[in-house]
């Protein structure tokens, strides 16, 4: 268990929904990664929150949006959702900002969208 | 930008066999590089990590890998897997900056009794 807390753990909508996956991250860590892991394009860095702001953006669509809380907790929105969005999310955390840092990895959320 | 390349996505071997996963990285100039696996149904975990230092890293389940500049390689191997060993590894390099961490494509390691 990495203390990396992801929920729902699985769902399931349509194509053009909105939903919101959740993150709270190892008690005393401040940065809340996101990731896409998907068999053909493998796992892509979404965004990086460190302390409740913006870090870090990689491959991030437009249709996508994040947010870190106070509470350090985290949100990944993703709106007018289609059928290529079908993907296993994963939230990390870390203890500090740099690339340097371990992450630890929730146990991810898959969606899928039909 | 920062590109890792696993060569090879699938590698079968049999249990108390040798293995090595490897890992190409695009950029030499301060990196630093990680393995990461994920057992079925998980998230990843880190395996081992070179930062500076010693060229060979070690993990604590038998795992090492070497650090190579000049072929810009992080190839991770085992003397002897085990059932427990299967799994998808992954590596990924990173740079000092804001530059995120990447990661390659991952190598799904199976191993045969």
């Known amino acids: 268990d990495s203390g990396v807390t992801q929920t729902p753990k699985h769902l399931i909508t349509a194509t053009g929904q909105r939903v919101t996956l959740r993150c709270s991250p190892r008690?005393?860590?401040?940065?809340v990664y996101w990731y896409q892991q998907s068999l053909d394009q493998g796992l892509q860095f979404l965004i990086q929150?460190?302390?409740?702001?913006?870090?870090a953006k990689g491959n991030i669509l437009e249709r996508f949006s994040a947010q870190q809380f106070p509470d350090l907790h985290s949100e990944l929105n993703l709106s007018s959702l289609e059928l290529g969005d079908s993907a296993l999310y994963f939230c990390?955390?870390?203890?500090?900002?740099?690339?340097?840092?371990?992450?630890?990895f929730g146990p991810g959320t898959r969606l899928t969208v039909l | 930008a920062q590109s890792v390349t696993q060569l090879d996505s699938q590698v079968p071997v049999f249990e108390e066999a040798p293995v090595e996963l490897r890992c190409n990285y695009s950029?030499?100039?301060?990196?630093?590089l990680f393995w990461y696996v994920q057992y079925p149904n998980q998230g990843l975990q880190l395996l081992l990590k070179?930062?500076?230092?010693?060229?060979l890293v070690e993990s604590i389940n038998g795992f090492e890998a070497e650090f190579n500049k000049s072929q810009t390689s992080f190839h991770l191997r085992k003397p002897s897997v085990h059932i427990s060993d299967t799994a998808e590894y992954f590596c990924?390099?990173?740079?000092?900056?804001?530059?995120?961490?990447?990661f390659g494509k991952g190598t799904r390691l199976s191993v045969i009794a």
């Open positions: 990390a955390s870390s203890v500090g900002r740099g690339r340097i840092d371990t992450q630890y």
């Open positions: 008690s005393g860590d401040l940065s």
């Open positions: 929150y460190y302390n409740g702001e913006e870090r």
């Open positions: 950029s030499s100039v301060s990196v630093y």
């Open positions: 070179y930062l500076s230092g010693s060229t």
């Open positions: 990924a390099a990173g740079s000092t900056g804001n530059t995120p961490l990447v």
